[in-house]
């Protein structure tokens, strides 16, 4: 019998510093705090830790925040590709590598200043090599313009309308409305202001697009044996997977048979191939919401729903704490954070703890997954 | 060939394509107002693949030919873009960006823009123009010594 990841592992520790436009802080500096912030939760000595792994767009690497905290020797590191698309398997990994011994103490980080600092997009020069060069120079160059692309067909081909997109951002804001930290925190959105919002790729407006945040953010994951022990509730991950599709085109996924099927499928299929329980038995959801399509397309590439299915599910409220299927608990990319992803994370984290600022009732299975439409990943955790 | 050339359209500080060399044929062919798509050269295959790479997803062959294209297709989608965007795009916003599906080979779709004419401004069609489905056909502009594809509503 071949070892399995199931429950083998645990979040032990989750840390983030505070969420905002501009901090003065560097990122280097984000990211240690967030990190230390998350082994003081874990009360785990950072000399303990062993391991790591954050995004290949992580610009403070391992070696300099080893050096920072103060680890001891490192015996696994690793780094996960296709920004958004990596949150996840960053704990994907270090369960992986606790779970066959590779390490004992692993630590997945995100430290970015997106606010502040320069919009990727902005730098054409290194796009414009393949495959950049079948679609920047018609002026498709910012993630929202591709992803709208999508979604306008996504929308013709289903019945799908800017109220159902305007379900998602407002479930993600009363959350956020609802969370101290999300930047937010007491601004309501209103169905007016969607509706009226201006522009930034027809058919996604404003509040379609996530945040822009400068912020950092860490969790820790040791063997369940370990967790035990340490000084918080151990949140399991029950299951991961990561998804790269036949004839997959990152961000542009226009050159397969079937674009509107995109990685979440692969990594749906793995995850719950893997697990004791379905999308039926799932308490409460963290869906990555760079942009709102992402939520339709994910609720069906994750099976809450069939195919086509997505933008109706979003009706009457589902979204919303007490209804089928409350997302984004923490407020998400789209209100709280958007630090590609890992916000997610703990705040699945702080839901099976039971601890977070919008509570599901007695939740004890959480779905969190990284950014549809590039290779992607997704973990299941359990209480 | 429904395909036409112009020349002489001055750079107007859009990107140019930098092709790669699995990309550079569709260009040259291109510069000579061809819409050529790649496609596997082996047989007993002969499917063909976007973008170009160096060999063939359904029988590995590395064997390759460039296939002509009728040049007509389909509206798959579209969006138009506001800013903030680069600013030789952010002049023509909103514009539209749309994505064709080639009438030839359904699975083969090319980003591209829906203009008036070859050398009109990407900003040149009406927006009530444009609509999933809508057929148009191919148009080359020339600008910055390289041919670009752009597409035009097809005449009825």
Redesign the interface.
Known sequence: MAATLKDATAIVGIGQTAFAKQLPQSEKELACRAILAALDDAGIDPSEVDAFSSYTMEETDEVEVAKAIGAGDVTFFSKIGYGGGGSCATVGHLAAAVATGQASVGVAWRSRKRGSGP?PW?N?AVQ???????????????P??EI???A??YM?EYGATRDHLFNVAMACRNRANENPAAMMYERPLTREMYMTA???????CLFDNCLETDGALACVIVSAERARDCRQKPVYVHSVAQGLPS?H?GM?N????D?LSGPAWTAARHLWKQADFGPQDVDVAQIYDAFTPLIPLSLEGYGFCGRGEGASFTEGGALEIGGRLPINTGGGGLSEAYVHGFNLINEGVKQLRGISTAQVPDAATCLVTAGEGVPTSAILLRA | MTTTTTTGTTADELLLPVPDGDGAPFWEYAAQGELRIQACAAPTCGKLRFPPRPCCPHCRSFDSEWRLMSGRGRIWSYVQPHPPLLPAYAAQAPYNVILVELADAPQIRLVGNLVTSADAPLDSMDPARLRIGARVQVVFTETGGMAVPRWVLEKS
């Open positions: 919009r902005k054409t414009l090599p393949t495959p950049g060069q079948w679609t920047r120079p018609f002026g498709l160059l910012r929202a313009d709208g692309m999508l306008r067909r013709h201006r522009m930034i790729s027809d058919p996604l004839q085109h542009v226009y050159w397969n048979d674009p």
